[in-house]
């Protein structure tokens, strides 16, 4: 299996500032279709996650522009430009090229 | 797009469970469609897929052989049948479509004597 990795694991942040969350696969996550299928989820507390990004760093419906994402090989990085409230929870990276699908630790954020 | 789980309940070691998905407001027939759990406090797992039509199935090592995955998608429903469960099994279990763009609230199974 692919084993995502992630870091850090704990990220408190202050409210308004940048956050960064690391995420490395043991593979490449290149597909033979040419896709690179990393994807991020956020989960608060009692709630399904739900996906931000999907492909490295295409933004799903209604996630807002201050997530991005980027990488590509084995290295990827979710970045929120100003933390807000409604971010706190549990950020993961996923896989998707190979099977089974794989999600990293997870990174839980909250506020400082 | 509303994902609706069912069936989760107490259960002992080595008992059965049928869990149901209830798909509504996209064309289930457009969609792999997953299963992936999370046992309480911990991480997520992905533990079973299926393509479009039902023709192609593949489980993660930790429920192959015990698991089954089945799909209707005249009825709009997916299923997963959970044969010989462990303790290690205890989860909620979500039903998310395609690689995770939509997900279900969850239905938890516990598996305890």
């Known amino acids: 299996d692919v084993v995502m990795t992630q870091s850090p694991l704990s990220l408190p942040v202050t409210l308004g500032q940048p956050a960064s969350i690391s995420c490395r696969s043991g593979?490449?996550?290149?597909?033979?279709?040419?896709?690179?299928?990393l994807n991020w989820f956020h989960q608060r507390p009692g709630q399904s996650p739900r996906r931000l990004i999907y492909k490295v760093s295409n933004r799903d419906s209604g996630v807002p522009d201050r997530f991005s994402g980027s990488g590509s090989g084995t290295d990827f990085t979710l970045k929120i430009t100003k933390v807000e409230a409604e971010d706190v929870g549990v950020y993961y990276c996923m896989q998707g090229t190979h099977w089974p699908y794989t999600f990293g630790q997870g990174t839980k954020l909250e506020i400082k | 797009v509303q994902l609706v789980e069912s069936g989760g309940r107490l259960v002992q070691p080595g008992g059965s469970l049928r869990l149901s998905c209830a798909a509504s407001g996209f064309t289930l027939s457009n969609f792999w469609m997953h299963w992936v759990r999370q046992a309480p406090g911990k991480g997520l797992v992905w533990v079973a897929r299926?393509?479009?039509?039902?023709?192609?199935?593949t489980y993660a090592d930790s429920v192959k052989g015990r698991f089954t995955m089945s799909r209707d998608n005249t009825k709009n429903t997916l299923s997963l049948q959970m044969n010989g469960l462990t303790v290690e099994d205890t989860a909620v279990y979500y039903c998310?479509?395609?690689?995770?763009?939509?997900w279900g609230q969850g239905s938890l199974v516990t598996v305890s004597s």
């Open positions: 998310t479509r395609g690689m995770g763009d939509n």
């Open positions: 593979q490449s996550l290149l597909h033979t279709d040419g896709s690179t299928y």
């Open positions: 299926m393509n479009n039509y039902g023709s192609i199935t």
